[in-house]
């Protein structure tokens, strides 16, 4: 019997296989679905080793985050037409997303890329990669975006891109006088760390002495200040802000939609050893039996802020998912200015990069404005002009970036 008749036909044994079979799914869950990356991720590699999970999810963040370069080398391979939903291209940017960001060798990215197709459409991807190997084909230093992204973004544009180049790092929150990981400080009560070390296997994580936060998702907490009464926080899940304001010793009440998110918040504050009282209710309908001295509201959004991390946003967020979260956001907002005592705190925060979430909305609240001052920030940010801070993942480059953000704070 020749080899050829030795290799297996059902291709699930081959080495490598189910990862990329898995990538496959999470990038069609993705592009045709308008799923979300990490909940298509659950279905997608289920059942798989923990290993095997985060090489589907790697190669498929990468596909999406370098899309448009991927198709571009795959075009000037080809004078075949291929449609963006065509399955050849999508097991193209998949292999090509394996050589060049994640350093496969190109005959092990043929030997489980190709399983993926059968007849006509694995010559042709054998015949286009092979090519762009034969090239020397490369990426640019800093990803294109999206034609309809970088319209939104403008200006802005570039310097957003040249953040997404590379995955984040990794940011804890460490609670006053524990100790971290060593890594790097960007302001107090924050260590930044390299990715690659399993969080769970990190010192201080089983004695709750930090939590993981980007730098810029524990910006909104820390201006609110000082424990100094009742704090309400709004859309509380994950829950790194509660344990801030937990932590900063306020008297915290989280409030949050989801019944599940709430049991995973209280497993983290008993991680932590910190309190709150964690209620599970709509934020639109929700009416407390007493206003609070302070309210954060981390608003939903289209979380394109997120897109270091999260790059399938730059592919299924649009106009209609941004008009939709910007109309729930101007509702949070009212609600949240009434459950506010004359003279409380209120901070408004979105994930999102887009300006109908943030500054739009922010010139609708009816409070006086309480600008941010720049020595509440890390170094190398600064408010605007209207006292709100606007953060893009390109800021603080040389120091790994931040998260996209949106923020501004009113006293009533």
């Keep these: 019997?020749?080899?050829?008749?030795?290799?297996?036909?059902?291709?699930?044994?081959?080495?490598?296989?189910?990862?990329?079979?898995?990538a496959l799914r999470l990038m069609d869950a993705v592009l045709r679905r308008g799923?979300?990356?990490?909940?298509?991720?659950?279905?997608?590699?289920?059942?798989?080793?923990?290993?095997?999970?985060?090489?589907?999810?790697?190669?498929?963040?990468?596909?999406?985050?370098?899309?448009?370069?991927?198709?571009?080398?795959?075009?000037?391979?080809?004078?075949?037409?291929?449609?963006?939903?065509?399955?050849?291209?999508?097991?193209?940017?998949?292999?090509?997303?394996?050589?060049?960001?994640?350093?496969?060798?190109p005959h092990a990215v043929v030997a489980t890329g190709l399983e993926l197709l059968q007849g006509g459409p694995r010559r042709l991807a054998h015949g286009v990669f092979s090519a762009l190997v034969k090239q020397g084909a490369s990426l640019p230093e800093v990803p294109t975006l999206p034609d309809a992204v970088a319209q939104r973004w403008g200006e802005r544009g570039a310097a957003i891109a040249a953040g997404l180049a590379v995955p984040p790092p990794l940011d804890l929150t460490v609670k006053a006088g524990k100790d971290a990981p060593e890594g790097r400080s960007l302001m107090p009560g924050h260590v930044r760390l390299s990715r690659g070390d399993a969080v769970e296997s990190l010192p201080g994580f089983a004695d709750g002495d930090w939590w993981?936060?980007?730098?810029?998702?524990?910006?909104?907490?820390?201006?609110?200040?000082?424990?100094?009464?009742?704090?309400?926080?709004?859309?509380?899940?994950?829950?790194?802000?509660?344990?801030?304001l937990a932590a900063a010793g306020w008297d915290v009440t989280a409030l949050d939609s989801s019944p599940k998110r709430i049991e995973r918040m209280r497993a983290n504050l008993a991680r932590?050893?910190?309190?709150?009282?964690?209620?599970?209710?709509?934020?639109?309908?929700?009416?407390?039996?007493?206003?609070?001295?302070?309210?954060?509201?981390?608003?939903?959004?289209?979380?394109?802020g997120t897109c270091r991390r999260h790059?399938?946003?730059?592919?299924?967020?649009?106009?209609?998912?941004?008009?939709?979260?910007?109309?729930?956001?101007e509702a949070l907002l009212a609600r949240?200015?009434?459950?506010?005592?004359?003279?409380?705190?209120?901070?408004?925060?979105?994930?999102?990069?887009?300006?109908?979430?943030?500054?739009e909305q922010a010139a609708k609240v009816g409070?006086?404005?309480?600008?941010?001052?720049?020595?509440?920030?890390?170094?190398?940010?600064a408010p605007g002009a209207e006292g709100w801070l606007r953060t893009d993942p390109g800021m603080l480059g040389e120091a790994g970036g931040l998260d996209g953000f949106f923020v501004a704070r009113w006293r009533k």
């Excluded at 391979?77 to 998949?94: C, Y």
């Excluded at 964690?278 to 609070?292: R, S, T, V, W």
């Excluded at 790059?311 to 956001?329: K, N, S, T, Y």
Aim: charged share 25%.
């Design 367 to 381: 409070l006086t404005p309480d600008p941010i001052r720049g020595e509440e920030l890390p170094s190398g940010l």
């Design 35 to 105: 799923e979300t990356l990490d909940n298509a991720a659950h279905a997608a590699t289920q059942g798989l080793p923990q290993n095997d999970k985060a090489l589907a999810r790697a190669l498929a963040g990468e596909a999406m985050r370098w899309m448009v370069d991927l198709d571009a080398l795959i075009d000037s391979a080809t004078k075949q037409v291929l449609p963006d939903d065509a399955k050849p291209r999508a097991v193209l940017r998949l292999m090509l997303a394996g050589w060049l960001r994640l350093e496969t060798p």
């Design 212 to 244: 993981v936060q980007d730098l810029a998702a524990s910006i909104p907490a820390r201006l609110i200040g000082a424990g100094a009464g009742r704090v309400l926080d709004v859309c509380a899940a994950p829950g790194g802000k509660t344990m801030q």
């Design 1 to 22: 019997m020749n080899q050829r008749n030795n290799r297996p036909e059902t291709g699930e044994t081959v080495p490598g296989l189910a990862p990329r079979r898995a």
């Design 336 to 359: 949240a200015v009434g459950w506010l005592k004359p003279g409380g705190v209120l901070v408004y925060a979105v994930c999102s990069l887009e300006r109908e979430e943030g500054e």
């Design 272 to 304: 932590t050893g910190l309190e709150a009282d964690l209620i599970a209710a709509d934020a639109l309908k929700y009416a407390p039996e007493e206003l609070f001295d302070a309210v954060l509201l981390d608003a939903p959004c289209t979380a394109t």
């Design 311 to 329: 790059p399938d946003v730059l592919h299924r967020i649009g106009p209609r998912q941004i008009a939709e979260m910007a109309e729930l956001q």
